[in-house]
């Protein structure tokens, strides 16, 4: 869900620079939420700010880019399902494969910062349980996280199965998933098969009473059912001078929000239709204030490395948390969040750019290459 965004449709291939700079936003919101929580940050103590602390919102916008991103690459016809996985594989699998490891060797010293933190915090007890049943079950937790696979098994077969050793992975499986499934989805929409796409909808209905865990495909298929719908008006735009398009932009955003009220969708919404109204506007208007701010350079750049930030940024913070426990453990609550803060997020974007260009990077040129030969 955080990889580059490439649209090859009928119309000619074009980089949609909003949809990457919004992944480098929803990066820092993700990492943001973890520190937050590890001080026992609460709803009350943020007010209106309170969305910071639940970064499942920001996920559930990556999910959504996932189902447009993979859809677009779908209608292009280029790949055939081997060459499709080969590439997706090689896109998610090393990268995450790396921080599993330094995850797992962390172990340790990860339990002994959150038993030793001056302070207690519900989240924080959550996580030193998840660590337990990974240490209980180590061998069958290690088999499910190399296969990607561990967000299907439920906690009542494997406990904590989808947040055991690298906790934000519970997302990456759920891509997985979705890539071994996705090109029959698009074969049954695209083939306007009526029984299939009422299939779809009802499974979309099962995470109304799902006992699963939200790493589970079926749980979060609504979510890229809006990236695929949002693809399918992106390849078919209307065609309506400006200032239709910006009424729009501004009933959609009001209705988004007076009906859901959900800070994922407003944010979608608010992306997707200023990128669409703003793709053929060389014009300067108030709706292409969203696209100037998600096409800044900075922005783009964390948007290029936001998988990398996702995946490494844990890693540091309890690498950091550790030292602090062991260093500076007589200092206040809130010098211990400002200095996390502060020497966390220059150490998580230089970790972050390492892994993308010594991993993440070469692997996805490697399978461009091993799947152009089959």
């Known amino acids: 869900m955080l990889s580059n965004t490439k649209i090859a449709t009928n119309q000619a291939k074009s980089h949609i620079a909003e949809f990457e700079g919004l992944r480098g936003i929803l990066c820092w919101w993700v990492v943001f939420s973890h520190i937050l929580l590890f001080f026992g940050i609460t709803d009350e103590d943020l007010g209106s700010f309170k969305f910071i602390l639940n970064a499942s919102q920001a996920v559930n916008v990556f999910i959504i880019m996932s189902g447009f991103f993979i859809f677009s690459l779908l209608n292009s016809g280029r790949e055939n399902y081997k060459q499709f996985i080969t590439r997706r594989f090689l896109r998610i699998f090393p990268a995450y494969f790396v921080c599993l490891v330094f995850s797992i060797l962390l172990t340790d010293i990860s339990v002994q910062a959150l038993q030793n933190l001056p302070w207690k915090a519900e989240k924080n007890l959550i996580r030193l349980q998840i660590f337990q049943d990974s240490l209980d079950y180590f061998w069958q937790h290690l088999i499910a996280h190399i296969t990607m696979l561990h967000g299907v098994i439920p906690d009542s077969m494997l406990p904590s199965s989808s947040f055991t050793f690298i906790g934000q992975a519970w997302s990456i499986s759920l891509e997985w998933q979705f890539y071994l499934v996705a090109p029959f989805l698009f074969y049954i929409v695209s083939k306007k098969n009526t029984w299939g796409i009422y299939l779809i909808l009802f499974s979309a209905l099962l995470y109304l009473f799902a006992k699963v865990g939200s790493a589970f495909l079926f749980t979060q298929i609504p979510f890229f ?49 200023s990128a669409l109204i703003n793709r053929n506007s060389q014009e300067n208007g108030i709706f292409s204030l969203v696209s100037k701010i998600l096409n800044n350079k900075i922005i783009l750049y964390f948007g290029r490395i936001s998988y990398s930030i996702y995946l490494i940024h844990m890693v540091v913070i309890y690498s950091l948390l550790y030292l602090m426990t062991q260093y500076f453990y007589n200092i206040d609550k809130g010098w211990y969040l400002l200095s996390i803060f502060v020497v966390s997020l220059p150490l998580i974007t230089i970790a972050a750019h390492y892994l993308y260009n010594w991993i993440e990077k070469p692997f996805i040129t490697l399978g461009k290459r091993i799947a152009a030969n089959f």
């Open 225 to 273: 059912l809006v990236g695929i719908i949002s693809f399918y008006i992106w390849k078919s735009p209307l065609s309506l001078p400006k200032k239709q398009k910006g009424l729009i932009l501004v009933c959609s955003v009001i209705l988004v929000t007076v009906f859901t009220g959900k800070p994922d969708l407003i944010v979608w919404t608010i992306v997707f239709l």
